[in-house]
T-cell receptor, first 114, second 110 residues
């Protein structure tokens, strides 16, 4: 069983389009995250939700909007896609255990904007 | 969160122990040391974490110096499947971000 799953795995689209990436976790965790890995392989946090509430919002263009319909899902919607949005996007989840937690990552979604 | 320093790359022969060092001289008392790895094109994978005591699990051992300014991740018997980028991260609390550096690229060879 896949703990953290993302769809689609690959996404190729034109500039200016709007697209969504879905993430689901079946671990019963209460916190979910989106990370972006650019072409230089740097991994950076974008957003974090805890119990459907936004708790981390790094410096990300407002074209990116996370949506958490429930604790098990955190979707990423991107408006007006730009070439620079091409990257691999990773979803992760965690659950607090004894003052710390461990994040588990999904397989990633490779977004290519043409 | 404290910054970490890791060697850019390391090689290890298959079957030998791989010892990956990490410096975190500005770590504060409530920060944990985490290790993750990323095998090519896959999502980061949790390996181990610790606060001040040495830790061991089925994947690896983590040795943290007494002053907590550095640590070493040990893969006791490296295999080709352990070839990956290994990230040492220090962070506090829960539901907080992981700040990934450039990591160490470990190449396990025959």
């Amino acid at each position: 069983d896949t703990a953290v799953s993302q769809t689609p795995k690959y996404l190729v689209t034109q500039m200016g389009n709007d697209k969504s990436i879905k993430c689901e976790q079946n671990l019963g965790h209460d916190t979910m995250y989106w990370y972006k890995q650019d072409s230089k392989k740097f991994l950076k946090i974008m957003f974090s939700y805890n119990n459907k509430e936004l708790i981390i919002n790094e410096t990300v263009p407002n074209r990116f909007s996370p949506k958490s319909p429930d604790k098990a899902h955190l979707n990423l919607h991107i408006n007006s896609l730009e070439l620079g949005d091409s990257a691999v996007y990773f979803c992760a989840s965690s659950q607090e255990r004894a003052s710390t937690d461990t994040q588990y990552f999904g397989p990633g979604t490779r977004l290519t904007v043409l | 969160d404290a910054k970490t320093t890791q060697p850019t790359s390391m090689d290890c022969a298959e079957g030998r122990a791989a010892n990956l060092p990490c410096n975190h001289s500005t770590i504060s008392g409530n920060e944990y040391v985490y290790w993750y790895r990323q095998i090519h094109s896959q999502g980061p994978q949790y390996i181990i974490h610790g606060l001040k005591n040495n830790e061991t699990n089925e994947m690896a051992s983590l040795i943290i110096t007494e002053d907590r300014k550095s640590s070493t991740l040990i893969l006791p018997h490296a295999t080709l499947r352990d070839t990956a980028v290994y990230y040492c991260i220090v962070r506090t609390g829960t539901a907080s971000k992981l700040t990934f550096g450039t990591g160490t690229r470990l190449q396990v060879t025959l």
